[in-house]
């Protein structure tokens, strides 16, 4: 069975104070890693698709990268409009266009 | 302007009611899924459907039925038969092509029993 575990639950951080969060999987055989953002009260943001470990994406403030256990997502110098809920998915190859879900990280960026 | 839009944005239901949730898309995708979402868990698959007239349950489709009669549309029913309705329903879509498989959400749906 397809697991995703996303660690911290919740992290505060002060404006500027960079840090990361974690996307540990189990998946057979991985198609796809899949970073979203989430509002409160929204529909999730789609941010980043990685594909196969060593592989790394930038968007703004946020860098994603992958290993063959777990991916990172890395929040530099966050702003108070990078609060909100981060979502990990992956897509194991066996499980067709399935998305397997983490609980989500939330993040809090005070300014 | 391309996307997904769902209706309503807030649902009350009474206990013993079935409701329906519409999910619209016009981004010309294939694939349509629903989710369930409740608090500080991540997103459960309800039904998923890679083509019209065609759909497969998910993960905790037990309570629940949908059609594709449209590649637009992939509307939720919540039967009586779901014993712990109130949550957030999201829909989404994706392109069936291989190699571009990113789902996209739509707005959510709130789901109250009263």
């Known amino acids: 069975e397809d697991q995703v575990t996303q660690s911290p639950e919740a992290l505060r951080l002060q404006e500027g104070e960079s840090s990361s969060l974690n996307c540990s999987y189990t998946?057979?055989?991985?198609?796809?890693l899949f970073w979203y953002r989430q509002d409160p009260g929204k529909g999730p943001e789609f941010l980043f698709t990685?594909?196969?470990a060593g592989e790394e994406k930038e968007k703004e403030r946020l860098k994603a990268t992958l290993t063959k256990k777990e991916s990172f997502l890395h929040i530099t110098a966050p702003k108070p409009e990078d609060s909100a809920t981060y979502l990990c998915?992956?897509?194991?190859?066996?499980?067709?266009?399935?998305?397997?879900f983490g609980g989500g990280t939330r993040v809090l960026v005070k300014p | 302007d391309g996307g997904i839009t769902q209706s309503p944005k807030y649902l009350f239901r009474k206990e013993g009611q079935n409701v329906t949730l519409s999910c619209e898309q016009n981004l010309n995708h294939d694939a349509m899924y629903w989710y369930r979402q409740d608090p500080g868990q991540g997103l459960r698959l309800i039904y998923y459907?890679?083509?019209?007239?065609?759909?497969q349950k998910g993960d905790i489709a037990e309570g629940y039925s949908v059609s594709r009669e449209k590649k637009e549309s992939f509307p939720l029913t919540v039967t009586s038969a779901q014993k712990n309705p109130t949550a957030f329903y999201l829909c989404?879509?994706?392109?069936?092509?291989?190699?571009?498989?990113?789902?996209?959400f739509g707005p959510g749906t709130r789901l109250t029993v009263l």
């Open positions: 998915a992956v897509q194991a190859t066996a499980a067709g266009n399935k998305l397997t």
């Open positions: 989404a879509s994706s392109m069936r092509a291989s190699g571009n498989n990113e789902q996209f």
């Open positions: 998946v057979s055989g991985l198609r796809g």
């Open positions: 459907s890679q083509i019209v007239n065609d759909f």
């Open positions: 990685l594909y196969s």
